[in-house]
């Protein structure tokens, strides 16, 4: 076992200094074997892209530097409570062990809640605030998709 505040507080440092740059108040630093594989901070004031999460981006950031998509075995210690985005993010791509400083209840008098997100996502499609609808569409003349996929990855392996 690792000690957690530290990365929480290393997570809360880089949060702080995004607060400096013009950021919102998330840092994220991913570890596996007890050593920082990423650090990384919210970036959608500088990008404009509603998905540059701090999680998001250390998870990239890994994946890259790592050369793959798999981080099995690896924590992400973020300095706020990670978005259902982040979160399906880091099980995609097999974090194993989460842990945040500060709770969607901390955030709410800020607007920092992502409580309401999660709470639309656990309803059935048909009573979500977003429309979802399964549409199963199959091109005439063409291979099933998901069989060209599998026939094609099994062909380079």
Known sequence: MFDESRFLNDAIELARANIGKGGRPFGAVLVRDGKVIATAVNEIHATNDPTSH???????????????????????????????????????????EVFFAYSNDDGTPFGLSTAAIYEDLAKPFAEQSMTIRYVPVRPEDKTDLYAEWAEARSKRA
């Open 54 to 96: 701090a999680e998001m981006n250390a998870i990239r950031d890994a994946s890259h530097e790592l050369g793959t998509p798999d981080l099995k075995g690896s924590a992400m210690y973020a300095s706020g409570q990670p978005c259902p985005m982040c979160m399906a993010a880091m099980r995609l791509a097999g974090v194993t």
